[in-house]
Each structure stands twice: as C-alpha cells, then as structure tokens.
C-alpha cells in the first residue's frame, strides 16, 4: 500500500473570456477566420491508435447555413465498432496497470493544449452547433475544467484507503477501474459533455470507445486530437462517430463492453438502461449504465421578489443557446399577485435580444441544431398557442432558411397542458399562475424530471422550505438556473433526468470504477 501526495496544483477553473477587451475580440475574430478556412476538412474515425477511412462518411454542416459544411468524419459502422471493441479490449490491461498519477498527467497536458486552442475550440461550435461567443467560451471552459477536475480527483481516489487498526491485520480499500466504456454523447454540449463522460472514465482506468452525436462530430474529432496529441496509448480512446440507430444497439449490447455513459434524450436513455441489463452469451458481468437525461425545469417566482432579477433570470434561463440546454428553464411559475408584472417585465427582457448569425459576437440567439429540431419546436409552440396566450414572439423570416425559430413566451398555461410537461429543447417557455407558495411547489415537482430549478425570493423561510420541498438536482436561488460550473456546482438530476452521480462533482469518477478491499494476516 502506497500513499500519493498530488503532484497537481489545487484545482482552479478557468476563467472566461470577457469580450468586453478588445484584444480578447480580436482573439476570436481570428479564431472564426481560421475556423472557416478550414471548413469541409475531413477527420477519419480513429482506432487501435490509427486512422481508419471508411467508404461512408458522416457531414456535419452549419445550422445558421446548412448548404455550409463545417466537416466531415468517417462513419462506423458494425464492423468498426467491432475493430474498437477488440481494440479497447486488448489496450486494458496495461492502461488498467498504468498508475493513477500517470493517466492524471494526461489529462493535464490536454487541459494545457485546449487551452492553447480555446478560441479556435469556441469558433467551432459557433459554426458547428450555432453558439453565441460566450456560451462557446463557456462551453470550452468547462471541458477544460473536466480534464483538471477528473485529473485531481484520480490523484485522490488513486489513493488505497487503510481500514481500521485491528492488530495483526492490514485492511485495505481501493479502486479498479471497470473495463470498456462506450460513452454516448449529446450535440448541446459537444465538447464538454464528450469530453468531460469521455476522460472520467479514462482517468479511471476504462478504455473507451467515443460515440458523437451525429450533429457535432467535428468538435469531437478536435477533441480526439487534442489527447492523441497529449500521447495517450493507442486503443485507450476510440473514435467512431456513427449513427446511434445503426451501432447504437450494438455497442450497449455487446458482451464485452462493461459500461455506458450517455448523456441525451429520455427515450434513447431509457433504451440503453434496459437493453444494458441484459446479460448476454459470453458476458460474466452486470453492466453499469450512467445515463443523463432531459429536464422540464421550472423557476418559482414568489410573491416577495424582485421581479426584474425574476425577469432577467426567467429570459436567461429560457433562452440561452436558444433553450438547447438540459437544464434550460421552460416553466416559470409564479404567484399570482405579480403575475402581471412579471408577463410584461419579461416580455420587455425578451424584447431585447437579438437574434441571427451567431459569428456576430452581437448576437445573442442563433439557430436551433437542424431540421428534425425545428419541426418539433415549432409544432410545440403551435400546441402552446392553443393551450394558452402568446405574449412574445418575433417574425425571424428574413434570417433565410437557417433553422431560426424566435424565443416564445407563451403565458396562462394549466401544469397540466403539454408544454408545461414535455421537454421541448427549444425557446420556448410556459408561464403559469398559481395562488400560493404550497401550489408553486406542488406545480413545480410535477413533472417526470427532476434536474434544475429555482426560486426568486426575499422571503427567508420561503426560500429555506422551497430548497426542502422542491426536490431537483440542482437548484438556483435568486439566479439563473443554468451554467453550472464544475466543482462549485456539480450537475445532474434524478427521476426520469437520469441515473448517474453528479458530473464535476466529488463522487463522479467513482461510477467508472468497482471498490475492491484487501485484509492480509500480518501474522502468517
Ligand atoms: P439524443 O437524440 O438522445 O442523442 C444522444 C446520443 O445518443 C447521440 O449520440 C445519438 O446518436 C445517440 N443515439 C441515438 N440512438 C441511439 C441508440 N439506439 N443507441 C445508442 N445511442 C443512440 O439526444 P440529443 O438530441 O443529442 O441531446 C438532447 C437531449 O440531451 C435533451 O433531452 C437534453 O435534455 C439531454 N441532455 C441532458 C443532459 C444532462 O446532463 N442531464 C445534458 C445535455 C443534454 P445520433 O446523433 O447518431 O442519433
């Protein structure tokens, strides 16, 4: 048994771009340059350490243009998700073997060379995935932020733990890690939630197989990279974006993968969590499934607020990243003595933000991901006109046939109404009335979900019995209630948001690993 003094400087996040300095503008504008000079450059899948060109390819294009290619990437298909799995397979050993310390030092190098790379990083997503500047830069920080994270907290988990002090005994307790992971990622957050699922199980021990959303795949590629670049052995991490209907049943069903972490949609993570519990021929193992999924998050607005906080909150939560986030704020529930006030102080909030293309650092809303989206979001505001009264909403036509949709606010709508209930994953936010604090937090725990929330107060035990009451994995108090930060505010949700312990959190990394203990006779 061995202790380790962490050669790692304590954990510090990276600070965010302030593009009110004109050096750090100038930065970007670059970035966006040298980003567009290089659209269309094809990335190969990656596995056993090689390149592997496929026949079928895989293009990701701009949701502001979408005739626009931002890059293509190689396509898995069985065959490759195959070659992966017996590449991650044959890499595990000795990565397993590899001391906690020296697969931190990976991640460290990685944190030191996105850095090097965070405008470009930043300029990518605003074209991949329709970012502003600031919720790209946020993006970028908090990937940045996983790797030292996750790097400091293998130091200390790398850790065998002694157990007691019975005479003539040692006991011990420590960690392995599981086995292959097949990580399964979402577009909203292409490179931090990539990222951030990716290194935690790589830090532990687990060799990976990387699965993209097929929306984002260029933005992953980059990451891939960035850790060949930091030196990691090959067959530790494997690239292959593919479409989940064709290799996504494959790869969770496979006898030698040993987990999954997903981060998406409800109905693809409920998929994963039941075809994962089937043990399959050849497979002497029960499967471990982290699966992160979507919210309906509703902020209480009390009758003691201050309603402009309540406002400004209520826009920002709703309509950063134009709604795409899983923790974005679609319900705003408020008393009915400031019900009124809070309509039309929002609505004037909402009037103030801009909406186009989102390489203008001016700009505010960009487009939602793509076709499939737009559809569905507009069908739920078509749904939430008739379910209740739409008090904003902008003509957006002449941004041309980017998928523009205008920040909705659509107030009077019953907790039970559809767009009170489902998730759209758009601008699109329901305002309800309710008569008092004991309905606002009825109306609030009413959903399926159970991720972020928030309460906008200045009544002392209003607050303290809302934190009590109103049962979410995150929750905001006079704030926003996205943007998480990792360390300060680790996330994640229970209910049907997710199974899985909170992401930049203290107990995160544990997932990835099985605990094992030793007791030896000292007298033998
Ligand atoms: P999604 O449609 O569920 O896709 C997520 C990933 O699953 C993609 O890589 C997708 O691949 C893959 N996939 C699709 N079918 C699959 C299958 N049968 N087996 C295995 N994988 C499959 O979700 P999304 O639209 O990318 O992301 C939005 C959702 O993510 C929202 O519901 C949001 O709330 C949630 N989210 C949750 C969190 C959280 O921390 N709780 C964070 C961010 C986002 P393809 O792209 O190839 O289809």
Known sequence: MHSIESPLPPFQNVTERDYS???????MEKALVKVKAEFNTFYPLFIDGKDVITAKEITSTNPARPTEVVGRVGCAGKAEAEMAIIAANKALPGWRATAPEKRAEYLMKAADLAEQDRDELSALMVYEVGKNWREADIDVCEGIDFLRFYAQEMIRLGTPTRLGHAAGETNYHFYESKGVAVIISPWN?????????????????NTVLLKPATQSPIIAAKFVEIMQRAGLPAGVLNFIPGPGSEIGDYIVEHPNIHMIGFTGSKEIGCRIYRLAANVNPGQAHLKKVISEMGGKNGMIVDKEADIDLAAQSATISAFGFQGQKCSAGSRVIVLEDVYDEFVEKMVACAEKLTIGFTEDLNIYNGPVIDKNAYKSIKNYIEIGKKEGRCVFERDVTHLGDGFFISPTIIADIKPDAVIANEEIFGPVVAIIKVKDIDEAIEVANGTD???????????????????????????????KITGAVVSRQPFGGFKLSGVGSKAGGYDYLNQFMDPRSVCVNENA
Request: glycine fraction near 10%; aromatic fraction near 10%.
């Open 189 to 205: 957050f292409p490179w931090a939630i990539t990222l951030g699922m990716a290194v935690g199980a790589i830090v532990t021990g």
């Open 21 to 27: 300095k004109p050096e750090l503008v100038e930065l």
């Open 449 to 479: 979900y159970a991720l972020t929330g928030g309460i906008i107060s200045n009544n002392k035990e209003t607050v303290e019995r809302v934190i009590r009451e109103f049962r979410v994995g995150n929750l905001y108090v006079n704030r």
